[in-house]
């Protein structure tokens, strides 16, 4: 982002970041006398790096009005380089731009974030992650359902491009229709359809139907850690179902997916949901260091299926 800023800062048409200019020709082939980007040298951004910098802004533009300067991984500069970097953010040169980029800005210098404008950058909701990507399967022709889109859009954990990564990994499989269970098949997660059965089953105590979803998922590979950890992200979905009526942005799902987990929610007592999740959170402890982990995955869903929790929440 902060590298498509700066060629809009820098380019000579009104129309910004036209790649048609000379400014945008030279930014695109690396070629920008106008554009710098300073990242660190080892594990650091050193002294060295900001006088050199210091120097440099002295001199003008060559093809655009301003000249622009990246600090990647900004908060990696030494103690040194951030006390230099400061003499030259009280005064700058009018035609200079400063672009610090980070994702840990606590560890910048409240000094040197007083003279910045900040802008925090968030997670992309499913839904519109959801939406691009449609546009892209159409276009591109590639024969995906809508629950395997918005699985893809899930899997994208709030980020566009890793959806989009992945949703270009997932369409190199062959010509087979991308339906959410081929999508899960291929990423190695558990088909949340197999969850809400195994769920299904433990909210109606019958433990032989559970464990037998169990023990099929886990003979057809499926990891028993992470068998566990499927189960407890989704009563942490229908316990979030159970505390508000809007849950699908903190589930960070569609609005129809959020809906079948309320759905769900309904079938269980919130005392029953956090038992739950405490009891899958043991046996995850067991499973990492026990020879056969398949164990807890068996004893968690009995369990499961025969509660014993407080009342008292």
């Not at 902060?2 to 129309?15: H, M, R, V, W, Y």
């Not at 070629?31 to 594990?43: A, K, L, M, Q, S």
């Not at 005392?271 to 067991?286: D, V």
Request: charged share 25%.
């Amino acid at each position: 982002i902060a590298t498509e800023f700066a060629k809009g800062i820098l380019c000579l048409s009104e129309d910004k970041a036209c790649n048609h200019c000379k400014s945008c020709i030279e930014f695109n082939s690396n070629n920008n006398p106008d554009f710098f980007c300073i990242e660190p040298e080892g594990n650091s951004i050193k002294i060295e790096q900001i006088r050199e910098l210091q120097k440099k802004i002295q001199e003008k533009p060559i093809i655009s009005e301003k000249k622009v300067y990246i600090i990647d991984q900004a908060d990696l500069m030494t103690k040194e380089a951030q006390n230099c970097l400061l003499k030259t953010l009280e005064e700058p040169p009018e035609y200079v731009i400063f672009i610090l980029a980070t994702t840990e800005p606590h560890r910048i210098p409240q000094t040197v974030l007083s003279r910045c404008q900040r802008f925090d950058f968030r997670r992309i909701g499913v839904d519109d992650i959801a939406s691009r990507l449609t546009q892209i399967t159409d276009a591109e022709g590639i024969d995906i359902t809508p629950d395997g889109v918005e699985l893809v859009a899930e899997l994208g954990d709030g980020s566009m491009r890793d959806a989009i990564s992945l949703l270009d990994r997932c369409s190199a499989f062959g010509s087979e229709k991308l339906t959410a269970a081929r999508v899960a098949d291929i990423v190695g997660m558990v088909n949340s359809d197999r969850i809400f059965e195994i769920a299904e089953n433990i909210s109606q105590n019958n433990t032989a139907a559970a464990l037998t979803e169990a023990t099929e998922l886990l003979r057809a590979g499926v990891d028993a850690q992470n068998l566990i950890e499927s189960m407890s992200d989704h009563y942490r979905a229908l316990l979030l179902c159970k505390a508000t009526d809007k849950p699908s942005a903190l589930l960070e799902k569609t609005e129809s997916a959020a809906a079948r987990y309320a759905e769900q929610a309904k079938e269980y007592p919130t005392e029953r949901i956090l038992f739950s999740i405490k009891t899958l959170g043991e046996y995850l402890a067991q499973a990492k260091w026990l020879a056969n982990p398949k164990i807890a995955v068996e004893t968690a869903v009995v369990r499961l299926c025969a509660p014993v929790y407080s009342t008292d929440v």
